[in-house]
């Protein structure tokens, strides 16, 4: 008897080389060797002449059954999948709608803000004369501005 | 590798559907459970979410997984616990006459009731490995259980099988 913490384990390991030998994945060595390790342990071997004999699982569920039964439910998958598509598509038009209405709402507030801001200040689009004189005196271009106040000068002086 | 497109996941349908119908139609034998139901629905999901799929596993291994959920899903709705041995055998009766013979036909329905009798963890790694013929390495991606363990419970399952089929009186020796 071998001792606990092994017997566990390679009573895993035998189970495991018992389920590739009824798939067929053994060599004929590989075969005699797991025999010759079954011989330690007589109730695995049992398992694995019975297990041997199950029949083929496949046999149970051979595919197609119905060749007609799977069209028609093939074609009702592809429907359902047609449907959803277009599902997605009016939800698509959905965001479309949704995103127009809320820019739409947004430009019609732009519109408003910007009009009640020419009507509560009329010079707000004027281009009156004293907004001129302060641009070329208070130019960024310092020669504009040497030149008017030297054009005032001129203007003065001729005055007098 | 890239996800699929819209056309390639609608051309896969024929692919994948008949072999789904299959493992879906072991997996919930006995259940009460639509298998149709639960593989519209898988491939509607998986055609709603096919962006996230990123094709590390094959589309089949991930759309037998969308299924298997909705069908876990389902089990707990329907407080999956009933007892399948009192299920009668006329339910696992045949949709077609591809077994010409009467006995072969009977033995056929025998096996079928005999899987449905399996506990839920087992039968579905049966109908995975046995059935549908996946590799361990994409049943464990499906259960998220390692390869070793899901040959310890294969292992369990055919030995519960065998168990099952002897009370039935089928050998096969």
């Given at each position: 008897?071998?001792?606990?913490?092994?017997?566990?384990?390679?009573?895993?390991?035998?189970?495991?080389?018992?389920?590739?030998?009824?798939?067929?994945?053994?060599?004929?060595?590989?075969?005699?060797?797991?025999?010759?390790?079954?011989?330690?342990?007589?109730?695995?071997?049992?398992?694995?002449?019975?297990?041997?004999?199950?029949?083929?699982?496949?046999?149970?569920?051979?595919?197609?059954?119905?060749?007609?039964?799977?069209?028609?439910?093939?074609?009702?998958?592809?429907?359902?999948?047609?449907?959803?598509?277009?599902?997605?598509?009016?939800?698509?038009?959905?965001?479309?709608?949704?995103?127009?209405?809320?820019?739409?709402?947004?430009?019609i507030?732009l519109i408003l803000?910007t009009i009640?801001?020419?009507?509560?200040?009329?010079?707000?689009?004027?281009?009156?004369?004293?907004?001129?004189?302060?641009?070329?005196?208070?130019?960024?271009?310092?020669?504009?501005?040497?030149?008017?106040?030297?054009?005032?000068?001129?203007?003065?002086?001729?005055?007098? | 590798?890239?996800?699929?497109?819209?056309?390639?996941?609608?051309?896969?349908?024929?692919?994948?559907?008949?072999?789904?119908?299959?493992?879906?139609?072991?997996?919930?034998?006995?259940?009460?459970?639509?298998?149709?139901?639960?593989?519209?629905?898988?491939?509607?999901?998986?055609?709603?979410?096919?962006?996230?799929?990123?094709?590390?596993?094959?589309?089949?291994?991930?759309?037998?997984?969308?299924?298997?959920?909705?069908?876990?899903?389902?089990?707990?709705?329907?407080?999956?616990?009933?007892?399948?041995?009192?299920?009668?055998?006329?339910?696992?009766?045949?949709?077609?006459?591809?077994?010409?013979?009467?006995?072969?036909?009977?033995?056929?329905?025998?096996?079928?009731?005999?899987?449905?009798?399996?506990?839920?963890?087992?039968?579905?790694?049966?109908?995975?490995?046995?059935?549908?013929?996946?590799?361990?390495?994409?049943?464990?991606?499906?259960?998220?259980?390692?390869?070793?363990?899901?040959?310890?419970?294969?292992?369990?399952?055919?030995?519960?099988?065998?168990?099952?089929?002897?009370?039935?009186?089928?050998?096969?020796?």
């Amino acid at each position: 008897m071998k001792k606990d913490n092994t017997y566990g384990t390679n009573r895993d390991v035998l189970q495991q080389k018992i389920i590739d030998a009824c798939d067929g994945k053994l060599t004929q060595n590989e075969e005699t060797t797991l025999l010759s390790e079954l011989e330690q342990y007589p109730d695995l071997y049992q398992d694995y002449l019975e297990l041997r004999q199950l029949p083929d699982l496949k046999s149970a569920y051979p595919a197609p059954e119905s060749a007609y039964r799977n069209d028609f439910h093939m074609k009702r998958i592809h429907d359902l999948i047609s449907k959803e598509k277009i599902n997605q598509l009016i939800s698509f038009d959905d965001v479309i709608v949704t995103w127009f209405k809320r820019y739409a709402i947004a430009a019609i507030l732009l519109i408003l803000g910007t009009i009640s801001l020419v009507q509560i200040n009329p010079e707000f689009l004027s281009n009156d004369a004293d907004s001129i004189v302060s641009e070329l005196v208070y130019s960024y271009e310092e020669s504009i501005a040497e030149s008017y106040v030297l054009y005032l000068e001129d203007l003065m002086e001729n005055d007098d | 590798m890239a996800g699929y497109s819209i056309e390639e996941f609608e051309r896969e349908i024929k692919e994948i559907y008949p072999r789904l119908n299959r493992a879906m139609t072991a997996y919930l034998a006995g259940s009460g459970v639509d298998p149709e139901d639960i593989i519209q629905e898988a491939f509607l999901k998986a055609f709603r979410n096919l962006d996230k799929f990123k094709g590390g596993s094959g589309l089949y291994t991930w759309i037998y997984s969308i299924a298997r959920n909705l069908c876990i899903d389902e089990f707990r709705k329907r407080k999956h616990q009933q007892n399948r041995s009192q299920i009668p055998v006329e339910d696992f009766e045949l949709a077609s006459d591809i077994f010409t013979s009467e006995t072969v036909k009977e033995e056929v329905i025998l096996l079928r009731k005999a899987i449905s009798e399996l506990p839920e963890n087992l039968r579905e790694i049966l109908v995975m490995q046995a059935i549908d013929e996946m590799s361990y390495a994409d049943i464990s991606r499906i259960t998220g259980i390692n390869e070793q363990t899901l040959k310890n419970r294969t292992f369990r399952a055919r030995k519960q099988l065998a168990e099952i089929l002897k009370k039935m009186g089928i050998s096969h020796n």
